[in-house]
């Protein structure tokens, strides 16, 4: 029946304060748990029928009145049934009713006469006849006072009296039951509807009492809301919904402190707050949730509740009051303070999920106050970066395994580095590169601490090394951290440079090696400056060839008006002409001398240049080479006329070709003492857009005639006019017009050569190409020009002619094309070999006898040598440059030519014939099938091609396959010596070689022989 009897009461604060609450009318009918056992399967109608013939058997008198109550308890059942089910059918209660009432009429003393009373009110209830069900229930509250049922009874008339607003009557009834004790099932409920009835009366602080009875017994000793029953908690819930309007119509929390400090208190401030906030009184709301923090700050529900206040005045919209409370929830729940070392662990997970949230909110919010007062306001700015840094930090500190940590970690330095606090900043941004290096902002924090090294160096001027030191050891360990980061190049340079300025020589030439050999290769703009520091660095620790190629490679890529070009070429100049002092000091003359000569080519137009080509020719003279010396001393002259030792060359020249029997060149050098030399006239430029048309069309003489106008009247911009002149150049060509065209070639090279900073990768090439065409034009007519007799007429010619050539070739090779540089450099050397040819071939007189004609041959042979080893000179640099990586069809000429002149030396051969093997009676040496000759014919075809590291690779992947293949070693020891200049690898494989063949090749000892006689150092160690 206790569920029948619960669903009596209300069952929710609305249907409280707007309906009246159920009648008896109103109840469903009682549901009885399941049996633990099948019952007997007989219809209710088969048992009724059982105690009726039970009944009129039975003759005593207690058992007939207990069949016939049961019987009618039955009747009640069946009732029940038929009303549970949806079965309308007479008489529906009234059997029951009428045999409760004949009961209670024929046995005026059954002691069960209260049980009887309580069943036949439920029956007038259910039956719809509420008023007798009422009368019912009054009578047995007369008639049994004791009874177990009174209390329900009790409850079952309040409830009415309530329904119908007789709330003081309804009190009194529940009063009534209360006085029954807490056993009563009613209990609880009694205390509930005790509370409403004082409620409708307004006794609100009666109520509360009422209410909080209600909830000390069902909420126990902390017995949590949501482990109750479904319709307690209800209960519950209605109380603590209907307290929280009674506490908002008194004092509000201070009615709440009036009322104790149960142990449910957290409820009834929830409560509260949660009805000020349905009522939009936000800020009441969070007042009642910090009213309960303040009281309550170690509770276990705290963290709850300053959710709350912040969600109240989210509500509201109050932004300010929306960051305070964030920040004192952080303040007061974050890891580390008194209330989290308390917390349990899902109390703890709930805290930092929150935190999470709020913390970087928190961060960005002063982040970004700072940054708008940055410039206004920087004192209020500072703080508010301080506090977000705070924040950032105890992010990172709480959960630092979380996926925010790397951005966070970030605004942290950078609100560090806003604020000033460099250091701090440093350290942040540090943290984050280096401990997190995949982090996607890693290289962009590694590279901002960087920026702050700098803030600190210029805070004090000058910056203390000490600091300069610390930037620079950030550089250097961002590049290594971060290569492929686009800043890391320039961060490098930067590093290198202050090393470089700190005269830490050593760890400059590291840090400036390290960036000019990566790959692929950093821009022109920061590997200058790097080559620069190696060569200063270089130079600054008298290491001068290290320096010289340092500059060599800065100069190579810088642009001909830059700056620096004028210092970085006097240095380079400088370490050159250091090299040549230290050999003239150790008494290699010859050495010294072209140390000196490259100074001068290296610096045309310094003081270095000057004192490296006075001392050239003093060195030359000391070697003997008095020749070279000569043209030296009048190129000096010639340069410097009023230079004070120009004064006594003169007289030095005609020395020297007294000691060379030059008598002719002695008297022509006092002329020459006399003479000048003209410039170059300026070029003009031209009117290009139409003579483009007209070459478009093949209008050829108009092309021409407009081309020429253009390359008169319009020497700007310097492209375009280049590009009219070489058109010129090549549309003359064409008709023929050779002086035409000869003259155009001389002012490709003059504009070229007068454009200063205007000078072009382009400009270069049409000059040296031009210089180079001028050169092939005057080197034919130096080689048309014979030599008759008289040959001191003839001579002067072709020497006029030939200097001319080597002018021409000389001038190309100054424009540094690579493409033309190895052109003319070939060219010249055929020049001296084309003289030296020449002079062997030229015209003998026909009166001399033998005696005197062999005499003769030996002065034209003595005349002829110089020109020849200055032709070998020539091509063997040329063929050097193979070493250096440049190979193209010069270098192969000059390796032609060379092998020549000097074939002991260069005429030297792959093949891929088989070699027997030294001891094998004549067998012929089995490779691995195919695989070694198609490796050589590769490694062949790659040296051919220029491509002499991968032809290497080729052959050590043959002698891999088979070690002792001859012919294989005979072709390395070949690229080995002549093409990469690895002498002591070339000895040691044509050594190999002559061991597996048994010396079966005689031209290979020789090869040998003359390995070791220029290495013999090399020889030693091998042998």
């Known amino acids: 029946m206790l569920p029948l009897l619960l669903l009596c009461g209300c069952s929710g604060l609305d249907r409280l304060l707007d309906e009246p609450a159920p009648t008896l009318a109103e109840l469903p009918v009682a549901q009885l748990p399941p049996p633990a056992t099948p019952p007997p399967r007989l219809a209710r109608a088969e048992v009724a029928a059982l105690y009726r013939q039970a009944l009129a058997q039975q003759q005593d008198a207690p058992t007939r009145l207990r069949t016939a109550h049961r019987l009618a308890d039955l009747q009640m059942m069946a009732a029940e049934e038929r009303l549970a089910s949806g079965v309308q059918q007479d008489p529906g209660f009234q059997a029951a009713i009428d045999a409760y009432r004949a009961l209670l009429r024929d046995n005026p003393g059954y002691a069960g006469r209260d049980r009887i009373l309580y069943q036949l009110s439920r029956a007038y209830a259910l039956d719809g006849q509420l008023a007798l069900s009422q009368a019912t229930l009054r009578r047995l509250g007369a008639e049994a006072p004791d009874s177990p049922y009174l209390a329900e009874a009790a409850f079952r008339l309040a409830e009415r009296e309530f329904a119908e607003s007789h709330y003081a009557a309804a009190e009194r009834l529940y009063t009534q ?14 205390l509930y509807m005790q509370g409403w009835s004082r409620f409708k009366q307004d006794h609100y602080a009666e109520a509360i009492d009422a209410f909080c009875a209600s909830l000390d017994e069902s909420l126990g000793a902390g017995q949590p809301v949501a482990a109750l029953p479904r319709a307690e908690q209800e209960l519950v819930r209605d109380s603590l919904r209907v307290l929280a309007i009674v506490f908002s119509k008194l004092q509000g929390t201070r009615s709440i402190a009036s009322a104790g400090s149960p142990h449910y208190e957290y409820l009834l401030y929830e409560a509260l707050g949660e009805l000020y906030l349905a009522q939009e009184r936000y800020q009441d709301s969070a007042a009642t949730y910090r009213a309960f923090l303040a009281g309550n700050p170690a509770s276990p529900h705290a963290h709850r509740f300053a959710l709350r206040v912040i969600q109240a005045y989210q509500a509201g919209g109050f932004e300010d009051m929306i960051v305070s409370a964030k920040a004192g929830y952080v303040e007061r729940f974050q890891p580390g303070s008194d209330y989290w070392r308390r917390s349990e662990a899902q109390a703890r997970q709930t805290i930092a999920g929150h935190l999470r949230d ?31 840094a705070a924040y950032y930090r105890l992010y990172l500190d709480s959960f630092p395994d979380d996926p925010q940590v790397p951005q966070l970690a970030f605004l942290l330095g950078e609100s560090l580095y806003e604020s000033g606090d460099y250091p701090a ?74 090393l470089l300025q700190l005269a830490d020589y050593p760890a400059a030439v590291a840090a400036a090696s390290t960036l000019v050999g990566l790959s692929p290769a950093p821009r022109a703009e920061l590997r200058i400056p790097a080559w620069l520091v190696m060569g200063h660095s270089y130079f600054a620790l008298e290491d001068y060839l290290q320096a010289e190629i340092a500059y060599r490679e800065g100069l190579a890529l810088l642009a001909a008006a830059d700056t620096r070009r004028e210092a970085a070429t006097q240095r380079l100049a400088a370490a050159i002409y250091r090299q040549g002092e ?56 010639r340069r410097y006329p009023q230079h004070e030792l120009t004064a006594g060359i003169g007289a030095t020249l005609v020395q020297n070709y007294e000691a060379l029997q030059d008598w002719q060149s002695a008297a022509g050098e006092l002329d020459t003492l006399r003479a000048g030399q003209d410039d170059p006239d300026a070029a003009r430029r031209y009117l290009l857009g139409a003579a483009r ?63 200063g900073a205007a000078q072009s990768g382009r400009s270069a090439y049409l000059a040296a190409q031009a210089a180079s065409l001028l050169g092939d034009e005057r080197f034919d007519a130096f080689r048309r020009e014979r030599l008759t007799l008289p040959l001191a007429r003839t001579l002067p010619r072709k020497q006029a002619t030939m200097q001319r050539a080597l002018d021409a070739y000389k001038r190309c090779s100054g424009y540094g094309v690579d493409q033309f540089i190895t052109l003319c450099t070939f060219r010249l050397g055929e ?136 012919a294989t070693h005979r072709n390395l020891g070949i690229l080995y010596d002549l093409y990469l200049g690895v002498p002591g690898r070339a000895l040691h494989h044509y050594v190999r070689f002559q061991t597996l063949t048994g010396g079966s090749e005689r031209n290979v000892g020789g090869w040998i022989a003359d390995l070791e006689r220029r290495h013999a150092s090399i020889a030693r160690e091998i042998h």
């Open 177 to 190: 039951v209360i006085a029954q004790g807490v056993d009563t099932p009613f209990h609880t409920r009694a």
């Open 358 to 388: 709020y913390v970087p909110q928190l961060a960005s919010h002063h982040h970004a106050l700072a940054q708008a007062q940055r410039d206004a306001a920087p004192r209020q700015a500072a703080q508010h970066y301080a506090r977000a």
């Open 425 to 498: 900043a440093i350290d942040a941004y540090d943290w984050l590169a280096y401990s997190l290096p995949d982090a996607p902002r890693a290289a962009d924090a590694a590279y901002t601490a960087i920026l702050a090294h700098a803030q600190l160096e210029a805070a004090q001027d000058p910056a203390p090394a000490a600091l300069q030191r610390r930037r620079i050891a950030a550089e250097l360990r961002f590049q290594a951290n971060f290569p492929g980061d686009e800043r890391a190049n320039e961060v490098l340079a930067h590093a290198a440079n202050q």
């Open 582 to 637: 230290a050999d003239a000091a150790a008494g290699r003359h010859d050495s010294a001398a072209a140390h000196f000569r490259r100074a001068m080519v290296a610096a045309p137009a310094s003081r270095v240049r000057m004192s490296a080509q006075y001392d050239a020719a003093t060195a030359l003279m000391q070697a003997g080479e008095l020749q070279q010396a000569n043209t030296l001393l009048q190129d000096f002259r």
């Open 693 to 755: 048309y007209y070459d478009a069309a093949g209008d050829t003489d108009r092309a021409i005639a407009r081309y020429r106008s253009y390359a008169h009247d319009w020497p700007q911009p310097l492209d375009d006019n280049l590009e009219a002149v070489h058109r010129l150049t090549e549309l003359y060509a064409a008709s023929g017009a050779s002086d035409k065209r000869r003259y155009w070639l001389e002012r490709t090279m003059a504009i070229h050569d007068e454009a």
């Open 831 to 966: 020049v001296y070999r084309q003289l030296a040819t020449d002079l062997l071939q030229s015209q003998r007189p026909q009166d001399l006898d033998a005696l005197a004609l062999e005499q003769y041959d030996l002065l034209l042979e003595e005349q002829a040598y110089p020109f020849e080893e200055m032709a070998i000179e020539l091509h063997e640099s040329n063929a050097l440059r193979a070493r250096q990586g440049l190979y193209d069809e010069w270098v192969a000429r000059s390796f032609a030519v060379l092998g020549e002149l000097l074939p002991a030396r260069y005429a030297r051969h792959e093949n891929t014939e088989h070699y027997a093997l030294a001891g094998s009676a004549g067998r012929q040496h089995d490779t691995a099938s195919g695989q070694v000759w198609e490796l050589n014919r590769q490694a062949i075809a790659l040296r051919h091609a220029g491509e002499f590291p991968a032809a290497e690779q080729a052959y050590l992947a043959a002698l891999t396959a088979d070690a002792d293949h001859p």
